[in-house]
């Protein structure tokens, strides 16, 4: 075989490699997610665009159950349709007063996937997010690399929703 012959088969074969299109895809592994809880914003703004955003949920997956942990404060607002609400109540310094009962409620339940909608670190929900899952998704920040096994990158962009958007693609 001559040189120019090898060249080519390399050539070609180079370009086969390029073809190759990976995209991460937790809904298309062979498992479904079957449990999943979604840590809403403590912020009221951004806790209306996050609840504008999930409004569209992929509710269509059979045998996937919601749980979501929302500021009871915004629970007037919230309109989800299928999952189980989990409130939290804050007080005037903005702590958690029943964070006990929802950690012993939420702890029996095996999450395959937690996800943390919270833009910013919010040390009050450190507690939900280090739950034992599978896989755990937030937004980066200063603590990010310690919570999640996938994060989001929004620090170019700066636009929330388009995160928001991001994660709905994964579930």
């Known amino acids: 075989m001559t040189i120019k ?10 370009k086969e490699q ?13 498992t479904q997610p079957k449990t ?26 059979n045998h996937t159950i919601f749980h979501y942990i929302i500021n009871d ?12 609400i989990h409130k939290i109540e804050l007080d005037k310094k903005m702590n ?11 702890k029996d339940i095996n999450f395959d996937i937690i996800i ?17 899952s599978n896989y755990k998704i937030g937004f980066k920040h200063k603590k990010s690399d310690s919570f999640y096994n996938v994060q989001i990158d929004i620090s170019k962009c700066r636009v929330a929703e388009k995160g928001y958007q991001k994660i709905v693609e994964l579930i």
């Open 96 to 106: 958690i007063i029943n964070k006990n009962i929802l950690l012993s409620t939420l």
């Open 18 to 30: 390029r073809k190759i299109n990976s995209k991460i895809s937790i809904s298309n592994k062979p």
């Open 73 to 84: 404060d915004f629970s007037d607002s919230f309109s989800l349709r299928k999952g189980e």
């Open 36 to 61: 999943v809880l979604i840590i809403f914003p403590i912020d009221k703004d951004f806790f209306r665009v996050a609840s504008y955003t999930y409004r569209n949920l992929p509710y269509n997956k």
């Open 116 to 132: 943390d909608l919270n833009i910013n670190y919010e040390p009050k929900i450190e507690d939900f997010i280090t739950q034992k």
């Open 5 to 14: 012959s090898i060249k080519k088969i390399f050539k070609n074969f180079s």
